[in-house]
């Protein structure tokens, strides 16, 4: 099991941590949303609760719950900038099956 970040997203979420005080590492997960089922969840992680996972790439800690991880195991988390106004962290996660029209929500295969 493994969740990676991209050389532009370690540089962009280590940024983004030293600027969020007792932030140890980035949080990501899925909830129940929207057309498709699921959306993602990405926030600061303060602490490492019992049952989460914890990968780590280019020294940045990507922190899971074990609901989500069947979900986004195997993801990779890129950073891009699209011009002088979009920029965003992409999810290339191999367990999407579809996503909605409006790109908020995704649905998984069998995990689901």
Known sequence: M???????????V?????K???????RLGTRKSGCSGFA??????????????????G???VVVDSASLPHIDGMTVNYV???L???????INPNVQSSC?????????ETA
């Open 101 to 109: 029209g409006c790109g908020e929500s995704i649905a998984f295969g």
């Open 85 to 91: 106004l979009s920029e965003g962290l992409e999810f």
């Open 40 to 57: 993602y969840v990405v926030d600061y992680a303060s602490a490492i609760g019992e049952g989460d996972a914890v990968f780590e790439t």
């Open 81 to 83: 900038r699209n011009g």
């Open 59 to 61: 020294g940045v800690k």
């Open 14 to 18: 280590r940024s983004m941590l030293e």
């Open 2 to 12: 493994a969740i990676q970040l991209t050389d532009s997203a370690v540089q962009h």
């Open 20 to 26: 969020h005080e007792g932030s140890i590492g980035l």
